[in-house]
């Protein structure tokens, strides 16, 4: 293993901690998670500094760990499930086109709202698949759940993401003094 495959597996494993973490912060009470998305965010990170595979994976991973390790915060089925397969698309989508695009404002939002609107629709057809025997999930609820009731969220991913990754950006290309 390289240097280059170390850190990201390093940096990986801090976005999966943060991505267990965050929602304490919410009080684990569902209404505040599912408004702030606090899972989102390390793992849109994640994809914007390791790469698209490892978003991918730490997306894939978060919300099976965290329900599983916190007795069913999220609730397994369907919420960590559908989860699991978003955040890995929120994951694989910013690494992915964050490589491609340029480096600029423009090209993060670009990466960012691909990612966002990818995750949500991929959330969306899970939710359809896993609810499909239940009838439970209709157009208005894929509405409520992707859009309306997250829009604290949302705001919160378009502020803090592209400052997170202009920083780390620059930390980057900063020489360490000893």
Do not use: D
């Amino acid at each position: 293993m390289n240097n280059k495959h170390i850190r990201a597996l390093v940096l990986s494993a801090l976005f999966l901690a943060l991505a267990y973490v965050l929602p304490f912060f919410t009080g684990n009470i569902p209404q505040i998670g599912s408004m702030l998305l606090p899972m989102h965010i390390p793992v849109i990170l994640c994809g914007f500094v390791c790469g698209a595979p490892w978003g991918a994976v730490v997306g894939l991973i978060a919300p099976i760990m965290r329900s599983l390790l916190t007795g069913g915060f999220p609730p397994m089925f369907p919420t960590a499930v559908a989860m699991a397969f978003e955040l890995a698309s929120y994951g694989f989508v910013s690494g992915f086109l964050s490589r491609r695009l340029p480096g600029n404002l423009v090209g993060i939002y670009t990466s960012l709202l691909a990612a966002m609107v990818c995750g949500r629709g991929v959330w969306g057809v899970v939710m359809a698949l896993v609810t499909l025997g239940q009838g439970g999930f209709t157009a208005a609820a894929f509405v409520a759940g992707a859009f309306t009731n997250a829009i604290p969220g949302i705001i919160l991913q378009l502020v803090a993401i592209p400052a997170i990754v202009f920083a780390v950006r620059k930390l980057e290309n900063t020489p360490l003094e000893v």
